[in-house]
Structure formats: structure tokens, C-alpha cells
Antibody, heavy 122, light 108 residues
Framework: EVQLVESGGGLVQPGRSLRLSCAAS????????MHWVRQAPGKGLEWVSG????????GYADSVKGRFTISRDNAKNSLYLQMNSLRAEDTALYYC???????????????WGQGTLVTVSS | SYVLTQPPSVSVAPGKTARITCGGN??????VHWYQQKPGQAPVLVIY???DRPSGIPERFSGSNSGNTATLTISRVEAGDEADYYC???????????FGGGTKLTVL
């Protein structure tokens, strides 16, 4: 059974940093790209970032480019999102999502985690 | 950047057919995927590559895509279909994943 378990969320002040993790199991992690998608309270889905199976290709939404860094450790079956210079508008539930492809540019998300909540507030 | 436009809400009586549209410039040239999200839950893929259904998704769910509009069709709507629905594409010009704003389906 595929499982994606996010962690690392919490309350953080504007301008500070936070690192999210996603622990994957039930599939061959290094066969697939991975993505982060967020959802602000009461709002729609917003793609944040994606990374190919071997970290060779990475992409970011314009809203987080230069502030967020996606990475993965295939030996640990884990995906990460380093979030710096956080803003109030980054407040959201952050989902880890698995596409049905090794390439990050074929984003058909067949599995999602339950999300970890990030709240940016003073 | 590429924009996908969905109606905020659609209402349908049980047993009838619901159609949820997703508009975008020449969206017919892109592959469209649809997700269902119920309150407090993660999204679930219900249609991919315009009209394919993942295993476990009822045949009542179908999709089409042409011109400037993609459509998710839910036949014989049930109370359990009440949810938010999102369309999604890959925009190669910006190397971005793009989601529509979402449509809340209400079963009357």
C-alpha cells in the first residue's frame, strides 16, 4: 500500500524558515518524481514544486521561486521542502504528491499524503 | 502564465448528470486531469489524460477535452459525489503544473 506521510509543519513567524518532510512507502521511491502541492485554508490547490526521480530536473511555482528548495533522499525514501523567508500567504496545508512517472513534467498525481499544516503568523 | 477557469459551483439533483467545465486557451492541445476532494480529505484522481479512469473510479465519471474547454461529466449523480473538483494541466511554456480554481458540486 502506497503511503505518503508529511511532517514538519507548524506555526512560524514571518521571515523564518521551516523544513517539511514526506516519508514514502509501499512503492519504489526512486522510480518516481515527486511534488509538493499546497492548499490555503478554504482555497483551491496550488502546485509548489516538483523534482524528478534522480533530482536532475526541478521546478518551482513563481510564488515560491528563490525562497523554497525541494530535495529528495532516495536512500531514505524521503522528500523535503526547505522553506525560507516565509510569508503570511504561505500559510497552507502542504501535500506531498506522487505522480505516475519518473519525470516531473508528467504530473498525474495518483497518490497524495494527508498534508502538514504550515501557519505563518507573528 | 496559463490559466484554467472553472465555475465556482454546480448543483444537480440525484440521478441526473453533472457537467463541470474547465476553460483554458487551446486546452484541447493539452492533457487534462481531474481530482475530487471531499471535506477534510486529500484529493483523489478521477480522470487522467482527458478521459481515462483510474482503477476503482466508477464508470459514471467521464471526461472530454476539445478546443478551449475540458469537461468532467458525472452521470447518475449520487450524494457521495458531493465534493470539490479540480482540473489540472502541465504548462510546458512555463514548466508549471496548473490547477483550476475548483468547482463545488452540490447534490440537491
Amino acid at each position: 500500500e502506497v503511503q505518503l506521510v508529511e511532517s514538519g509543519g507548524g506555526l512560524v513567524q514571518p521571515g523564518r524558515s521551516l523544513r517539511l518532510s514526506c516519508a514514502a512507502s509501499g512503492f519504489t521511491f526512486d522510480d518516481y518524481a515527486m511534488h509538493w502541492v499546497r492548499q490555503a485554508p478554504g482555497k483551491g490547490l496550488e502546485w509548489v514544486s516538483g523534482i524528478s526521480w534522480n533530482s536532475g530536473s526541478i521546478g518551482y511555482a513563481d510564488s515560491v521561486k528563490g525562497r523554497f528548495t525541494i530535495s529528495r533522499d532516495n536512500a531514505k525514501n524521503s522528500l523535503y521542502l526547505q522553506m525560507n523567508s516565509l510569508r503570511a500567504e504561505d500559510t497552507a496545508l502542504y501535500y506531498c504528491a506522487k505522480p505516475d512517472s519518473s519525470s516531473w513534467d508528467i504530473p498525474i498525481f495518483d497518490y497524495w499524503g494527508q498534508g502538514t499544516l504550515v501557519t505563518v503568523s507573528s | 502564465s496559463y490559466v484554467l477557469t472553472q465555475p465556482p459551483s454546480v448543483s444537480v439533483a440525484p440521478g441526473k448528470t453533472a457537467r463541470i467545465t474547465c476553460g483554458g486557451n487551446n486546452i484541447g492541445s493539452k492533457s487534462v486531469h481531474w481530482y475530487q476532494q471531499k471535506p477534510g480529505q486529500a484529493p483523489v484522481l478521477v480522470i487522467y489524460y482527458d478521459s481515462d479512469r483510474p482503477s476503482g473510479i466508477p464508470e459514471r465519471f467521464s471526461g472530454s477535452n476539445s478546443g478551449n474547454t475540458a469537461t468532467l461529466t458525472i452521470s447518475r449523480v449520487e450524494a457521495g459525489d458531493e465534493a470539490d473538483y479540480y482540473c489540472q494541466v502541465w504548462d510546458s511554456s512555463s514548466d508549471n503544473v496548473v490547477f483550476g480554481g475548483g468547482t463545488k458540486l452540490t447534490v440537491l
